[in-house]
């Protein structure tokens, strides 16, 4: 029995090891947005657009991992903050100090609002960093934050020296699917990486890159 407990606990030890922390779109996603909008008002929480201007980064720290301390200690706007919102304790929030800072940074540059734009913005207006980033996910010299492998360990595209030949070509993707087939195919994830998932800024990234490879590769 205890050999099958320990067995279990280095098993699930090593496959929480296997996967990085979560991204913090999938964070925010995941554990504030049943009580929090970002720029669609109050829900059972304040709208947390603009937190990070509100609050400086430690206060929102200490806050997130346990807003219950924070008011015990006699913190004024976190006083005024439980009054306001009547009394309604927000759980504490088992994240680490690196989702915790990624998520901040999130929130800060835009969050799911920046996100949502993305979603809506043709390739076309892509800057060149945002190209950039696009051939370093596809040729994976840059990791993709859900992991999964690289889409060059499968995909040709334009202009790409090396790639897999498991999926199909991808030179002509941009023509025949533009900004909102080739959305929906990233969103839902090819075949096997069908759980993975992109974030908005890589599937934007990527969708750019797409684009303007076909479009020097001609
Ligand atoms: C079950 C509901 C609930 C969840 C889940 C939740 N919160 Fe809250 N949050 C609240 C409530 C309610 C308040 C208002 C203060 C209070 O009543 O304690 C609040 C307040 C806040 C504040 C202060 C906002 C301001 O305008 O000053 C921040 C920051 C915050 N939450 C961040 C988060 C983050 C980040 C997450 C996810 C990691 C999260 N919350 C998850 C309910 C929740
Ligand atoms: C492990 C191999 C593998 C990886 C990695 C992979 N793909 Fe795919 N992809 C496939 C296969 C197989 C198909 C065809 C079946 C399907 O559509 O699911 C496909 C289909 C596609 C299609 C539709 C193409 C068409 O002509 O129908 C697009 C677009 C695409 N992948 C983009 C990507 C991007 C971008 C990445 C990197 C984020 C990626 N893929 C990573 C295997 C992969």
Known sequence: M??????????????????????????????CSSCHTFGRGVLVGPDLKGVTDRHGRAWLASWISSSETVIASG?????ALFEKFSKQRMPDQ???PGEV??????????????????RER??????PAEIGM???????ERALARGGASCASCHRASNEPAGGTLGPDLSRSYARFHDK???TILSRGCFPRSKRGLTEQEAFALRAYLRHSAAIGQ
């Open 101 to 118: 800072t990624a998520l901040l940074d999130y929130l800060a540059a835009g969050g799911p609002e920046l996100d949502a734009r993305r």
């Open 181 to 183: 087939g080739l959305t």
């Open 2 to 31: 205890k050999t099958v407990a320990l067995c279990l606990a280095m098993v699930c030890c090593a496959a929480r090891g296997a996967f990085a922390a979560a991204d913090p779109a999938t964070t925010f996603a995941r554990n």
């Open 134 to 140: 696009g051939r370093a996910l596809f040729a994976g």
């Open 122 to 127: 043709s390739a076309e207006d892509a800057t």
């Open 94 to 96: 088992r994240l680490s």
């Open 75 to 79: 913190d004024r706007t976190a006083t």
